[in-house]
């Protein structure tokens, strides 16, 4: 298997992402959606199913939040979401890329050809990262988390890294329990998508990535800032 210099990253094709500002409300909460990041529960179990553009409300009078992910854990949580659990009509790196009919083509025509060949899982993932050297982030389960948080701010009067320091309540999915607090719930069900044979597949193929200093260097190389946000505090990050 080849690994790509991200140092050749195609952040010009990153560049057509299309940054959606949209958040979740209810009841003086505004919620900051990551995808892979309990995202599912909270919709159906919490009820956060009304959304609205962050720009249409005063975000400093608002209970902000948001889940964040180990982020080599998320890339291997995203990759088998993106690549084994897509349909072949499924382009839903379509709400990610502006790309062109021909672009969304040949996106889709790579992927279905990388599955074809019935190559390992290791292999596979590999060429997926290949693939998001080349593209850019084609797919939203494997967009960093620090974007999201940035398109949800969108083009409100807020500075990114101001705004995550004094108006962002954070809570990482490896211990909720302050979120629960901080939501006034005993407990949420966490729905696990990634279950039975591919719960097995993400065992693998993290044990892999932890075991090949090359593929995990690549991986930080494009996740450094989810990295540093991660490791920025030791638990939960509480403004209010």
Request: net charge positive; hydrophobic share 40%.
């Amino acid at each position: 298997m080849v690994i790509k210099n991200i140092d050749k990253f195609n952040w010009t094709a990153s560049s057509y992402i299309i940054r959606s500002n949209w958040v979740r409300i209810k009841n003086g909460f505004v919620w900051m959606p990551i995808p892979k990041n309990a995202s599912t529960s909270i919709r159906q179990i919490l009820g956060f199913r009304n959304t609205v553009k962050s720009d249409t409300i005063d975000l400093t009078k608002t209970k902000n939040f948001t889940i964040i992910r180990e982020p080599i854990d998320r890339f291997v949580a995203g990759f088998i979401e993106g690549f084994y659990k897509r349909d072949a009509n499924d382009f839903r790196y379509k709400a990610v890329l502006d790309m062109s009919i021909k672009k969304e083509a040949e996106m889709s025509n790579r992927l279905d050809e990388l599955k074809s060949k019935n190559l390992t899982d290791e292999d596979n993932l590999v060429n997926y990262l290949n693939l998001i050297s080349e593209y850019g982030f084609f797919e939203g389960h494997i967009m960093p988390q620090t974007k999201f948080i940035e398109y949800c701010i969108g083009d409100t009067p807020h500075e990114l890294q101001d705004f995550i320091n004094t108006k962002l309540n954070i809570f990482k999915i490896e211990n909720l329990s302050k979120f629960y607090e901080f939501m006034g719930v005993n407990n949420m069900a966490v729905k696990n998508p990634t279950k039975g044979h591919l719960s097995s597949m993400k065992n693998k193929l993290l044990n892999f990535v932890y075991g090949n200093d090359g593929v995990l260097g690549e991986i930080k190389k494009i996740y450094v800032e989810d990295l540093k946000l991660y490791g920025s505090f030791d638990d939960n990050k509480l403004v209010i």
